[in-house]
């Protein structure tokens, strides 16, 4: 079974301070996509990135910046100089193949609660 | 280009009733997803459709629950007999196939309180 997990529940940081939020990940398939999402207090999912299961080159983008290890099976996410508006839940998500076609459900982690301080 | 919309963004309804909600996904999305939050977890699948076509469904929806997507464009995801239980947040997404790789993005949720 796919399973997705965020060990961390709750970050605070002072704002200008690097964090980076882990996801580690179970799965048996060979082929599978790992996402991050950002959800702000108003309950919206807001997509931030997708990375494939062969793709192992980290990114960046701005300030934030990825890092895939399939060795280890983790999908870390980077917020260089974090600022108050990054406060959010952000989420780690695994897309695995469901049993009726090729469409793929998501698995989530709990969640990371990141709290920026002004 | 508008994104996912849903409707209503809060309900609160006594337990017993039978509630209603609705999902315009992306326009020319023709992948269509339910998912369910509850306070303090991340979301988890209820169903999905391809088009018009119902093709997976989670043990989690129950025989309470059903969904349509008649005309392959919005969808609404209906429970009967609803329980406290049932208190969450739904939420919707959509995608689109490109190059054999899919984003699914998602609406703002409606949040179901059930008293």
């Known amino acids: 079974a796919q399973k997705v997990t965020q060990a961390q529940t709750e970050i605070s940081v002072v704002e200008k301070e690097d964090v980076t939020l882990d996801c580690v990940y179970e799965t048996r398939d060979t082929t599978y996509y790992l996402f991050w999402y950002k959800q702000p207090p108003s309950g919206e999912l807001v997509f931030l990135i997708r990375?494939?299961?062969?793709?192992?080159q980290n990114e960046i983008s701005g300030r934030y910046s990825w890092n895939f290890q399939k060795s280890t099976s983790s999908f870390n996410f980077t917020i260089t100089a974090s600022q108050v508006v990054d406060s959010a839940v952000y989420f780690c998500a695994l897309s695995e193949v469901i049993s009726s076609g090729s469409a793929r459900q998501l698995t989530f982690g709990s969640g990371t609660q990141l709290t920026v301080l002004p | 280009d508008t994104g996912v919309s849903q409707n209503p963004r809060h309900k609160i309804t006594k337990r017993g009733q039978n509630v209603t909600f609705r999902c315009d996904p992306i326009?020319?999305?023709?992948?269509l997803y339910w998912y369910r939050q509850t306070l303090g977890q991340g979301p988890e699948f209820l169903t999905y459709?391809?088009?018009?076509?119902?093709?997976?469904k989670s043990r989690l929806l129950s025989d309470r629950f059903s969904a349509e997507r008649p005309k392959g464009s919005f969808s609404t995801l209906e429970i009967q007999r609803t329980e406290q239980g049932d208190s969450a947040m739904y939420l919707c997404a959509s995608s689109l196939i490109l190059r054999g790789q899919e984003t699914q993005y998602f609406g703002p949720g409606t949040r179901l309180l059930v008293l």
């Open positions: 459709f391809q088009n018009e076509a119902q093709l997976e």
């Open positions: 326009s020319e999305h023709n992948r």
């Open positions: 990375r494939n299961s062969f793709d192992e």
